[in-house]
């Protein structure tokens, strides 16, 4: 068999399937790059064509907060251009596809607990609404697995425009299964993205500054998600089997601590898509170190033994019980029941693809008077005519 055979495929139709015990603990969004649309917004130039989509989101605020508020400026544009020309269908053919392209269209999630606050933009990626190929495809946000650099920063821009924000808000971990995390802020902004990372060995990042967008990285690991609404600050780290043990959810919240002084009951806190237990087999040290580290009546709840001698290892309950115990309250817990490898032909999954294949991405931006004034700026300025027929 060649090793393409065994990489799981993108199908972008295919129905994410959520985990029977955890459930549907997240929000599908579908979002249609109309950049087409927005450029002709600002030139007026109806027949241009779509090339210079790519310079978009560096143009400012103005531009950001108009994906956000998509729905409405599609349906103005649509009203204008039957107004204008009068001759709708024409202009479709004209402009191929422009809010029909399918291939354009971003799937991301977003926890329902956390929007639910008013005070963050939260997401995950999917590998859908890309541009990277092969293996990879076709969001891939990981500049370091062998694929175009220049796919991943457009796939960068285009997940930044359906979540909301740009890619010079983000900053991103150097992932390397530590427990460090580390406090930053606007300086960092676009760390990772369109500037060098001034840092190593960093699995978690906390920030109070609004506009901030921290971003880890993903193939089967676990997101975790901290909301301060309190203190208005947040945190967000990757935890995989070995910051899982080490603790990193509890380091997470005991830095917000030192830092914010969040108090982790008034924490939100989410578990995000990472490897079921049923998906997810470890050998006699991995659970050695579980064992250690859990006390003896959680045992039973975070692996069992097989007859192989191997054991499945459940590290949404593990990273659960983690946060529990440091004082996260139950109904502000959110676990998505979204398993990667379980899901391969929609997110990439380390496991199920073995080894070949891009990353997800979790983001996190604490929102506050910046948006609302962006928000602000870009209400319509005319009332919008009413559609006819
Ligand atoms: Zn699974």
Same mark, same amino acid.
């Given at each position: ?20 015990? &955890? ?8 979002? =249609? ?28 605020? =103005? ?12 349906? =103005? ?35 329902? $607990?956390?929007?639910?606050?008013? $005070? ?11 541009? !990277?190929?092969?293996?990879?495809? *076709?969001? %891939? ?13 457009? %796939? ?61 990285? &993903?193939?089967?690991?676990?997101? $975790? ?54 998906? &997810?087999?470890? *050998? ?12 003896? %009546?959680?045992?039973?709840?975070? &692996? ?9 290892? %459940? ?37 199920? !693809? ?14 506050? !008077? ?13 009332? =919008? ?5």
């Amino acid at each position: 068999m060649r090793n393409s055979d065994i990489v799981p495929e993108l199908r972008r139709e295919q129905p994410l399937s959520w985990d029977r015990t &955890y459930g549907r603990g997240m929000t599908e969004h579908r979002y =249609r790059g109309r950049d087409r649309d927005r450029d002709k917004d600002r030139d007026g130039d109806r027949d241009r064509d779509g090339d210079r989509v790519r310079d978009k989101d560096r143009d400012g605020d =103005r531009d950001k907060d108009r994906d956000r508020d998509g729905d409405r400026d599609r349906d =103005r544009d649509r009203v204008r251009d039957k107004d204008r020309d009068g001759n709708r269908v024409r202009d479709r053919s004209r402009d191929s596809g422009r809010d029909i392209d399918i291939d354009r269209e971003v799937l991301w999630l977003s926890f329902p $607990l956390l929007d639910q606050s008013g $005070l963050v933009v939260n997401g995950f990626s999917t590998r859908i609404g890309g541009v !990277s190929e092969g293996v990879c495809a *076709s969001m %891939n946000l990981s500049f370091s697995r062998g694929d175009d650099p220049a796919a991943v920063s457009e %796939n960068f821009r285009r997940i930044s425009a359906a979540m909301g924000f740009s890619p010079e808000q983000i900053v991103c971990s150097d992932q390397t299964h530590t427990t460090n995390v580390r406090r930053v802020g606007k300086e960092h902004c676009g760390s990772g993205v369109v500037r060098e990372r001034v840092w190593k060995d960093v699995d978690g990042m906390i920030t109070d500054e609004p506009g901030v967008v921290l971003a880890t990285f &993903y193939a089967d690991c676990v997101p $975790l998600y901290f909301v301060d609404p309190v203190h208005r600050a947040i945190g967000l780290s990757h935890s995989g089997w070995r910051g899982t043990v080490n603790g990193m959810g509890a380091v997470t919240l005991q830095k917000m601590k030192a830092e914010f002084g969040t108090r982790p009951e008034e924490v939100l806190a989410a578990v995000g898509p990472s490897i079921c237990q049923s998906c &997810y087999e470890v *050998s006699e040290d991995v659970i050695e170190q579980f064992r250690n580290r859990f006390p003896a %009546n959680l045992q039973e709840l975070l &692996y069992y033994r097989k007859e192989n001698g191997k054991y499945q290892l %459940n590290l949404w309950e593990a990273n659960r019980q983690l946060l529990l115990s440091s004082g996260i309250r139950e109904e502000h817990l959110q676990i998505s029941g979204l398993c990667t490898c379980c899901n391969p032909h929609v997110l990439f999954s380390h496991r199920a !693809s073995h080894g070949r294949r891009g990353n997800l991405g979790a983001f996190l931006m604490l929102q506050g !008077s910046e948006r609302e004034s962006r928000e602000a700026h870009t209400a319509p300025a005319n009332p =919008r005519p009413e559609r006819r027929q």
